[in-house]
């Protein structure tokens, strides 16, 4: 399985800090993405980064990609509670590029 | 949410008996997929679709079926559900291969007892 693994599992900041999520996968991708999952709801997109991409910028959202070591990172700047969620990362196989797998998520928890 | 609906968005069965859940899109968007969420082990692919008629199975496809007669419906059965497929059931569309962006409804949670 190529499935991606957030870390840390859980994550506890206060309002205004950053907030960086890791993802580790397995095999070659063709692109990665960011979903955030508030309690109860379905998964929200948030960026995508393709293979041929290092970093990538939206919003408050800095994402980056290292494929040697089959790596990424979320980084949520000036966190606030509204952000409290979790999230995960989602991979898209090389060959496969419309199957995606999930991790098992970063639970977010941004305090007042 | 992008013009999804899954039903129904509850359900208890007993164990043994069939199951089918329905997602219904409106964007006619190509792909749809099947997952479901556990505490721990967070979205895994049951089945996906690439087009009418077309599926293909994913990580944890046993005891699951599915049939897409629509671009709009997609159809996930449980043949005998067991207690193990208790579990949020989450459908998603994508709308090719250049934007592959995922969108979600709002889930089914299913309880087998």
Same mark, same amino acid.
């Given at each position: 399985s190529q499935q991606g693994e957030e870390d840390p599992q859980a994550l506890s900041i206060q309002e205004g800090e950053n907030a960086t999520m890791n993802c580790s996968y397995k095999t070659s991708i063709n692109n990665l993405q960011w979903y955030r999952q508030n309690s109860g709801r379905g998964l929200v997109h948030l960026i995508l980064i393709r293979s041929n991409e290092r970093e990538k910028h939206s919003g408050r959202l800095r994402v980056t990609l290292d494929t040697s070591k089959k790596s990424s990172s979320l980084l949520i700047t /000036?966190?606030?509670? /509204?952000?409290t969620a979790s999230y995960f990362c989602a991979t898209a196989a090389i060959?496969?590029?419309n199957k995606f797998y999930f991790g098992s998520g970063t639970k977010l928890n941004v305090k007042p | 949410d992008a013009g999804i609906t899954q039903s129904p968005r509850h359900k208890v069965t007993e164990t043994g008996t069939p199951v089918t859940l329905r997602c219904h899109q409106t964007?006619?968007?190509?792909y749809m997929y099947w997952y479901r969420q556990d505490p721990g082990h967070g979205l895994r692919l049951i089945h996906y679709s690439y087009g009418v008629k077309d599926t293909d199975k994913g990580e944890v496809s046993d005891g699951y079926s599915v049939s897409r007669s629509k671009t709009e419906d997609f159809l996930l059965t449980l043949e005998s559900a067991t207690s193990s497929q208790t579990s949020v059931y989450f459908c998603a569309i994508s709308e090719d291969e250049i934007s592959t962006e995922a969108f979600f409804g709002q889930g089914t949670r299913l309880t087998v007892v």
């Open positions: /000036a966190s606030r509670a /509204a952000d060959y496969n590029f | 964007e006619n968007h190509r």
